[in-house]
């Protein structure tokens, strides 16, 4: 599926009484999505390896993509969703990608007034806490030192 863009106009509908059109760009679609995707608990990030390293590039400089990890394929009544994400140790991971799908419909659904036909979930990893570099050095400093078995 293409990644969603920003500039790619779709959905374009006359309004009621023909008092105008309504276009929507895929790229508001899979912001929707994402945003209904991170609401999810379990949901520790979207994207795969690559997508969230530059989304921890552009969290420094104060920029978030919403669409990280989001695809979208929008024709003139419907949308399927493709998403990747990383789920939180030890939530289940076949309810967590069921909790986004369920999610992901409705939010596109009632937001943006069109079919969700499908949401594809994969994950790509799971997240360990006790795994995060992101460490204060508080915490560090009061870890018990750990002496070397020989000598």
């Keep these: 599926m293409p990644t969603a863009s920003a500039s790619t106009p779709v959905n374009t509908k006359a309004g009621k009484d023909g008092r105008g059109a309504t276009t ?7 912001k929707i999505a ?25 969290d420094a400089v104060g920029q978030k993509d919403l669409t990280q ?17 990383v789920v939180e140790y030890p939530h289940p991971l076949q309810k967590v990608a069921d909790d986004v ?21 994969t ?8 795994e ?8 560090k400093a009061a870890a018990p030192t750990r002496e070397g078995r020989v000598s």
């Design 24 to 30: 929507i760009a895929d790229g508001v679609v899979a």
């Design 132 to 139: 995060d570099e992101d460490d204060s050095d508080a915490e």
């Design 34 to 58: 994402g945003i209904a995707a991170k609401d999810i608990p379990g949901v520790h990030a979207l994207g795969g390896g690559a997508a969230r390293m530059m989304g921890s590039l552009r």
């Design 69 to 85: 990890g989001v695809s979208v394929e929008v024709g003139q009544t419907q949308v399927a969703v493709d998403i990747t994400l």
């Design 101 to 121: 799908r369920d999610a992901v419909f409705g939010a596109v659904e009632d937001l943006v007034g069109m079919e969700v036909t499908e949401v594809n979930i």
């Design 123 to 130: 994950v790509t990893d799971i997240h360990i806490p006790s």
